[in-house]
């Protein structure tokens, strides 16, 4: 399945591609809980919760950085270059790519749109 996204995303940084099939996601992982269980849950309990779950997600953002900068390192020693985006090219790149946010975002949830609206590229 050809992803609207990145092909949205490539057309924006000027880049001409050519389409190749590939199944694009967000994989966020919500952790659901019948509200009225969560109410009738003490305060202690719902706060022992709330961390346990900002602990997993920390140590989930560990294991991604860490299996990244492997991947990296093996592509590198396999002979891949590696450009890393200086301040200057990345404000441009932000700039080129913001009008995705606002077309994406409108498919998104009102929760799901806040979030990544606040990591909007200004």
Do not use: C
Request: hydrophobic share 45%; proline share 8%; glycine share 4%.
């Amino acid at each position: 399945m050809q992803s609207s996204t990145i092909a949205r995303y490539l057309e924006l940084l000027g880049a001409r591609t050519v389409p190749a099939p590939f199944n694009q996601t967000y994989l966020g992982y919500p952790v659901l809980v019948n509200d009225a269980f969560w109410r009738r849950l003490p305060p202690d309990d719902r706060a022992i919760l709330l961390k346990a779950l900002e602990e997993a997600g920390a140590y989930e953002l560990r294991l991604i950085r860490e299996l990244e900068a492997r991947a990296l390192k093996e592509m590198a020693a396999s002979g891949l270059r590696i450009h890393r985006l200086t301040a200057d090219e990345r404000t441009a790149w932000e700039q080129a790519v913001a009008p995705l946010y606002d077309e994406v975002a409108v498919r998104m949830p009102p929760p799901l749109r806040a979030f990544v609206e606040a990591r909007k590229p200004r």
